[in-house]
């Protein structure tokens, strides 16, 4: 089976940067997805790592190693509008998306 | 810019009764999907079909549930008796090419 964890809840400031982690544990990685979903709304794709690196898109970053089964999602210059669930997702395979329990930000100002 | 509709928003059902939930993935996708989520918990699989079959399925997707692509348009997931641990939002999604898949705005699904 696959076993994500991220921490539940983050906090960050207006303006500030933030990173969040995913660690999982998978056989057969085939890639790591990072979904971001708004409270009542649908989840809505973020970013894609199936190599090593950092993968960039405007002020979002998501990093992989898939060595260490770790990933993390960098918001930069962050807007109260970032306030959401960040959720990440693993691949094995061609099996479909295992969903972690997301990581809830707050930006406060 | 193309987006996953699904139809209703918002469905009430009494326990034991069957409910059709309905979506229109983007017209040039081939994969398709359906996921729960039960509030404050995470997004779980339960179907994907392609070709006209579904390819996988959870253990969540038992006998209760079935889907359907009745008119080459319409994507839907029947639930034919429903429990009252069946409600949760249930997302339709769509995929050209099994990366970056889209998700429609989901149908909460209230089982009394």
């Known amino acids: 089976g696959q076993n994500i964890d991220q921490p539940t809840e983050m906090t960050a400031t207006e303006g500030a940067i933030v990173q969040i982690n995913c660690t999982y544990q998978?056989?057969?990685?085939?890639?790591l997805f990072w979904y971001q979903q708004h409270a009542g709304e649908a989840p809505t794709f973020l970013s894609y790592?199936?190599?090593?690196g950092l993968e960039e898109k405007g002020r979002f970053s998501s990093f992989l190693s898939r060595s260490k089964g770790y990933s993390y999602l960098l918001l930069k210059e962050l807007q109260m509008k970032d306030s959401a669930s960040y959720l990440c997702?693993?691949?094995?395979?061609?099996?479909?998306?295992?969903f972690g329990k997301g990581t809830r930000l707050s930006v406060i100002a | 810019e193309p987006e996953v509709t699904q139809t209703p928003s918002h469905q009430v059902t009494q326990m034991g009764q069957e409910v059709i939930l309905r979506c229109v993935p983007i017209?040039?996708?081939?994969?398709f999907y359906w996921y729960r989520q039960i509030l404050g918990q995470k997004v779980e699989f339960l179907v994907s079909?392609?070709?006209?079959?579904?390819?996988?399925k959870s253990e969540i997707f038992d006998d209760q549930f079935s889907v359907e692509r009745p008119d080459g348009s319409n994507f839907t997931l029947k639930i034919r008796s429903t429990k009252l641990e069946d409600s949760a939002m249930y997302f339709c999604?769509?995929?050209?090419?099994?990366?970056?898949?889209?998700f429609g705005p989901g149908t909460r699904l209230t089982v009394t």
């Open positions: 999604a769509s995929t050209a090419g099994r990366i970056e898949q889209y």
């Open positions: 998978t056989s057969g990685f085939n890639g």
């Open positions: 790592n199936v190599l090593d």
């Open positions: 997702a693993v691949r094995s395979g061609n099996t479909p998306l295992v």
């Open positions: 017209s040039n996708h081939l994969y």
């Open positions: 079909f392609y070709n006209n079959e579904i390819s996988e």
